[in-house]
């Protein structure tokens, strides 16, 4: 992950923003690129700095800034090559590379520390950056401070959310994501969103 390319990105968006005060504008924004961290560098682009302007137009709350980024994303993401492999098993082949290059990119406790350093404690992006690291880099989760106790129980395994194994079409992927919107998961009702704007399928 290129910490230095998503600070700049995230300065240039203040200054497009909040000309009047980007100073304080890019604290605010710079607080969020925890919750951010599973875009790709791709997403963070002139191109779609300019989208992102341009959809909020002034200071945006994180829902703002992480739907506009996402939809960019979704329609200007490079196409994935086809993978070669024994009939059936490109997809996991796939999925499994992108697993693991997500734990290189995580075994980076130095880099986890800038991330923590720019939450400025604020436990919500705190708890975002806890869950991304304990299920990428769970050998560095003692880098993040500990949930206060009142959010550290976690919830019975009985109540807890389950995400159907790779590999998935689109279109088993928005139904997964459907049946979680259902239980109230909003983090999943906005990739069903997006997902449908991409399928074309309305709710």
């Given at each position: 992950?290129?910490?230095?390319?998503?600070?700049?990105?995230?300065?240039?968006?203040?200054?497009?923003?909040?000309?009047?005060?980007?100073e304080?504008?890019?604290?605010?924004?710079?607080?969020?690129?925890?919750?951010?961290?599973?875009?790709?560098?791709?997403?963070?682009?002139?191109?779609?700095?300019?989208?992102?302007?341009?959809?909020?137009?002034?200071?945006?709350?994180?829902?703002?800034l992480?739907?506009?980024?996402?939809?960019?994303?979704?329609?200007?993401?490079?196409?994935?090559?086809?993978?070669?492999?024994?009939?059936?098993?490109?997809?996991?082949?796939?999925?499994?590379?992108?697993?693991?290059?997500?734990?290189?990119e995580?075994?980076?406790?130095?880099?986890?520390?800038?991330?923590?350093?720019?939450?400025?404690?604020?436990?919500?992006?705190?708890?975002?950056?806890?869950?991304?690291?304990?299920?990428?880099?769970?050998?560095?989760?003692?880098?993040v401070?500990?949930?206060?106790?009142?959010f550290?129980?976690?919830?019975?395994?009985?109540?807890?959310?389950?995400?159907?194994?790779?590999?998935?079409?689109?279109?088993?992927?928005?139904?997964?994501?459907?049946?979680?919107?259902?239980?109230?998961?909003?983090?999943?009702?906005?990739?069903?969103?997006?997902?449908?704007?991409?399928?074309?399928?309305?709710?």
């Open positions: 992950m290129k910490v230095a390319q998503r600070d700049q990105w995230i300065a240039l968006l203040a200054k497009l923003v909040a000309p009047m005060n980007p304080e504008a890019v604290i605010g924004l710079k607080g969020m690129l925890p919750l951010l961290a599973d875009l790709p560098d791709g997403a963070f682009t002139l191109k779609s700095l300019e989208h992102v302007a341009r959809e909020c137009r002034r200071m945006p709350s994180y829902g703002e992480r739907s506009a980024l996402s939809a960019w994303w979704i329609d200007n993401r490079p196409e994935m090559p086809a993978i070669e492999g024994p009939p059936g098993q490109g997809s996991h082949a796939f999925w499994e590379g992108r697993a693991n290059a997500m734990r290189r995580w075994d980076d406790p130095a880099g986890i520390r800038e991330r923590v350093r720019t939450c400025n404690g604020d436990e919500k992006f705190l708890g975002a950056l806890r869950t991304l690291v304990g299920r990428w880099a769970p050998q560095h989760l003692a880098v401070p500990p949930a206060p106790e009142s550290s129980k976690p919830a019975p395994l009985s109540v807890r959310p389950t995400v159907t194994s790779f590999p998935m079409t689109d279109e088993a992927l928005l139904a997964e994501y459907e049946r979680l919107e259902a239980q109230g998961n909003l983090a999943a009702a906005t990739r069903a969103t997006m997902l449908r704007k991409r399928l074309g399928v309305k709710a």
